[in-house]
T-cell receptor
């Protein structure tokens, strides 16, 4: 069975400062991990994904995440937040032998001017 | 990435009527489509999984007679909310994938039942 825990329900940062969104997972098999962003009343947009290649994954809009198997973590970072980064972020895990996705509860990011 | 189009983006309907939501994969063949429901400030809840040409598999607690899912082709799945009531008001999102590949999400449908 697979599960995801997003450690922060809400993160508030100032524009231009770093953003860190924390995600821990549990998985029975080799997992694929994803970060999605959702703006209000919109669908989910893929930011980046880890599928057993390089552990440091670079995504769109300056985001990156590092897969740490020993810590079962997949934290999302961005060195400099922009106002447009204000949104809901979901960490998602998928086991190799399962077609279903498991979603974290989400982290709301607000960016202060 | 691949494109999944969901229609309509929002719909308001009267209590007791039925509403159909379409999910189309525009540039790939979707062997599997998923339907999710999202309550305000919450994560996505999987309602059902549909494979082309076969009956949908519903998650526990989801009424199959209320939420009818049809996946008649490799590019189209529909979710029909039958005899809708105000408690069915929610944000519904579909996703589509080709076999075990990455899932692509539609833009969602805001359903309001009055």
């Amino acid at each position: 069975a697979q599960s995801v825990t997003q450690l922060d329900s809400h993160v508030s940062v100032s524009e231009g400062t770093p953003v860190l969104l924390r995600c821990n997972y549990s998985s029975s098999y080799s997992p694929s991990l994803f970060w999605y962003v959702q703006h209000p009343n919109k669908g989910l947009q893929l930011l980046l994904k880890y599928t057993s290649a390089a552990t440091l994954v670079k995504g769109i809009n300056g985001f990156e995440a590092e897969f740490k198997k020993s810590e079962t973590s997949f934290h999302l970072t961005k060195p400099s937040a922009h106002m447009s980064d204000a949104a809901e972020y979901f960490c998602v895990v998928k086991d190799k032998n399962d077609y279903k996705l498991s979603f974290g509860a989400g982290t709301t990011v607000t960016v202060r001017a | 990435g691949a494109v999944v189009s969901q229609h309509p983006s929002w719909v308001i309907c009267k209590s007791g009527t039925s509403v159909k939501i379409e999910c189309r994969s525009l540039d790939f063949q979707a062997t599997t489509m998923f339907w999710y429901r999202q309550f305000p400030k919450q994560s996505l809840m999987l309602m059902a999984t549909s494979n082309e040409g076969s009956k949908a598999t519903y998650e526990q607690g989801v009424e199959k007679d209320k939420f009818l899912i049809n996946h008649a082709s490799l590019t189209l799945s529909t979710l029909t909310v039958t005899s809708a009531h105000p408690e069915d008001s929610s944000f519904y999102i579909c996703s589509a994938q080709f076999w075990d590949s990455e899932a692509f999400f539609g833009q969602g449908t805001r359903l309001t039942v009055v």
